[in-house]
């Protein structure tokens, strides 16, 4: 598993017994679990002794670790041998990989949930009217297309609907950058 030196250096400061005391070591990994499947940060009561700066460091590098190692779904030879660069001792070790494979298939559920995908456009529907009038205007006399567009967002039943109008011209340049767009992702998909 690869990490950032900046990872594995503040993994250095919780192996660290001085910078965080073996009594603070498991409520430290049990709060960066929660942390992540809950989001709400709260460090608990032992973990009030420790420095600050200290204690915001570690939690961010094990909270890292933990989402990074549920991520790549690392084998316990791959966390124990960056938890051993890191200078961890073989009892916190144990401490760490008990408690993240505890917490693992919660873990890898929230992870299976958490999309950034975007919308995805099924269906458009459209009507051209006429404009007569307008508020600002006497007079108009153009045709306008009303459209809306159907779209599925992952993780929602129901379909979203966008609607806006637009003029004839404004609707083919619409229509000539979607075939733009278009074109570039062949393009892409044939490299």
């Known amino acids: 598993m690869e990490v950032s030196a900046n990872l594995i250096q503040g993994l250095s400061a919780a192996g660290n017994t001085h910078a965080v005391p073996d009594d603070c070591f ?25 420095d600050e700066d200290v204690c915001k460091e570690v939690y961010g590098c094990m909270s890292l670790l933990i989402a990074e190692a549920t991520k790549t779904d690392a084998d316990v030879n791959s966390l124990t041998s960056l938890l051993e660069e890191c200078n961890f001792s073989k009892d916190r070790i144990k401490t760490f990989l008990e408690v993240f494979h505890e917490n693992k298939p919660f873990l890898q559920a929230l ?9 995805h456009i099924v269906d ?32 929602e039943k129901k379909l979203k609907e966008l609607s806006f109008s637009c003029t004839v011209e404004q609707l083919q ?12 992702l062949q393009r892409i998909a044939q490299v």
Request: net charge positive.
């Open 26 to 50: 498991h409520p430290l990994v049990e709060s960066a679990c929660q942390g992540i499947l809950t989001e709400s940060h709260n460090i608990g009561g032992r973990l009030k002794k420790l």
């Open 111 to 119: 992870l299976a949930n958490t999309t950034e995908s975007l919308p």
């Open 124 to 155: 458009v529907k459209w009507r051209l009217d006429y404009y007569i009038k307008s508020n600002q205007l006497e007079r108009i006399h153009q045709p306008v297309y009303l459209l809306t567009l159907l779209s599925e967002v992952p993780g």
């Open 173 to 184: 340049s619409l229509v000539n950058k979607l075939r733009d767009a278009t074109r570039s």
